[in-house]
């Protein structure tokens, strides 16, 4: 089944404790993104990547890393978290981008942080 | 800096016909417009993208105008089970067509 999986699906941490969101998707996509979600300001994108060794910021990119060593996965690494990281946030995949026509972009099920 | 606009919220009756609007100035040439819905909970799914004049599948319709600065998605006779938010997606031309930003999302409530 074609699919974009994330883990871990929920997560409370303290602040300052480093962690990692992993993302995977099975259908050999070159793009991949990942959004936070907050209430009352929609869908953010924090990095995205065209290919592997690829990757750039998107709208809110302060404290998070990102890294694409192989296509298929694209983790999100939180150095040290503080609370107002504490969101709803989405893995995404697609083809190529906004280039091609009907090249939709496939969201994994969520990870929900907290920070406290 | 806003890049979409979009209307916060929408009721409608079932069986009526939705439109919502979104406005998007700095559309980028290259960039086509894409439209998602999002359930509590879950991620963003697609439902339709275009370029321009209108585009229609199995569950919506986009009319794109001339000047590409606006979009309208269209579901045809809506049911409770459409009640959810939905994103309009282009791209940014000072950023980047691959930096692509969602809208704020409209929330649309059917009523029985």
């Known amino acids: 089944e074609a699919q974009v999986t994330q883990n871990p699906r929920y997560l409370i941490t303290v602040t300052g404790k480093k962690l990692t969101v992993t993302c995977s998707q099975n259908?050999?996509?070159?793009?991949m993104s990942w959004y936070r979600q907050d209430p009352g300001l929609g869908l953010r994108q924090i990095y995205y990547?065209?290919?592997?060794?690829?990757?750039d910021k998107g709208d809110v990119p302060e404290g998070y890393k990102v890294s694409r060593k192989e296509k298929r996965n694209f983790p999100l690494i939180l150095e040290s978290p503080s609370p107002n990281q504490t969101s709803l946030y989405f893995c995404?995949?697609?083809?190529?981008?906004?280039?091609?026509?009907?090249?939709?972009?496939?969201f994994g099920p969520g990870t929900r942080l907290t920070v406290t | 800096l806003a890049k979409t606009t979009q209307p916060i919220s929408m009721d409608s009756y079932e069986g009526q016909e939705v439109n919502i609007t979104c406005s998007h100035n700095n559309i980028a040439t290259n960039d086509y417009i894409t439209w998602y819905q999002q359930f509590p909970s879950q991620g963003p799914r697609f439902i339709i993208q275009g370029y321009k004049t209108k585009v229609t599948n199995e569950v919506a319709s986009l009319f794109i105008p001339a000047d590409r600065k606006s979009s309208t998605l269209s579901l045809p006779r809506v049911s409770l089970s459409d009640t959810a938010v939905y994103y309009c997606l282009v791209g940014d031309i000072e950023t980047g067509a691959n930096n692509l930003f969602f809208g704020t999302g409209t929330r649309l409530t059917v009523i029985p």
């Open positions: 259908m050999n996509h070159e793009y």
């Open positions: 990547s065209m290919n592997v060794e690829v990757t």
């Open positions: 995404a995949s697609s083809l190529g981008g906004s280039f091609y026509p009907g090249d939709e972009q496939y």
